[in-house]
Structure formats: C-alpha cells, structure tokens
C-alpha cells in the first residue's frame, strides 16, 4: 500500500484545514489510517486514526477540534480551530491485516503552517 496526502498550507490562528489522504496498492487489505504530526527536532506524534469499522480514536490534543474520516477512497483530517502550536509536518500512515502496526506505510507529508 502507498497513500500520497494533501491539503497543506498556511492558516491564520483559529482557522481550519482540511487534510486528504489517498491510498493505493492493496487497498483492500487496510486496516486502519492514521494521522501523525512532526515539527524539526522532535519525534512523529500520533494525531488521530480510523479503522475501517470506523472506530476513532484521538491525541488529547487532537480530542474536540480535530475529526477524521474515512470515505471509500480518501481519509480525511479535519482541524478546527488552529493554533500556532499546530505548525508541523503531517503524515498519513496506513496499517495493514496481517502486518504490524509498525509495519505500515507512510506518505511524504503535508505541510500545516499556522500563523499567530
């Protein structure tokens, strides 16, 4: 499975975005998709995941302002109410049957640039 994400950009403080992640390859065989965020210096953290039951689950950060879905071909990200804090690189990231959770496949990243 490879997945390609999209949907970065600058936002001003408050603002939201919506984040778009589009798997290819096997894609019958995902699991589950996942949002994760990086800033320079610090380690990828989880932002949010679905299963393909739909079940969801958030970082604490993410709980109340960020959503994530899942249509039959894009996982989406929606952020509200941006703050500069938010400012990172985001990866989608797909989990795979039969693989480990680490095992999965990452995207090249977006972009979220938030200003004060």
């Known amino acids: 499975v490879q997945v390609a994400e999209s949907g970065g950009g600058l936002v001003q403080h408050g603002g939201s975005l919506t984040l778009s992640c589009v798997p290819s390859g096997d894609i019958g065989n995902i699991y589950a998709m996942a949002w994760y965020r990086q800033t320079p210096g610090e380690q990828r953290e989880f932002v949010a995941e679905?299963?393909?039951?739909?079940a969801t689950r958030y970082a604490d950060f993410a709980q109340g302002r960020f959503s994530i879905s899942m249509d039959s071909k894009t996982t989406y990200l929606q952020m509200n109410e941006l703050q500069p804090k938010d400012t990172a690189d985001y990866f989608c990231y797909a989990v795979e049957h039969g693989r480990s959770r680490d095992d999965g496949s990452w995207g090249q990243g977006t972009q979220v640039s938030v200003s004060p």
């Open positions: 679905i299963t393909n039951h739909g």
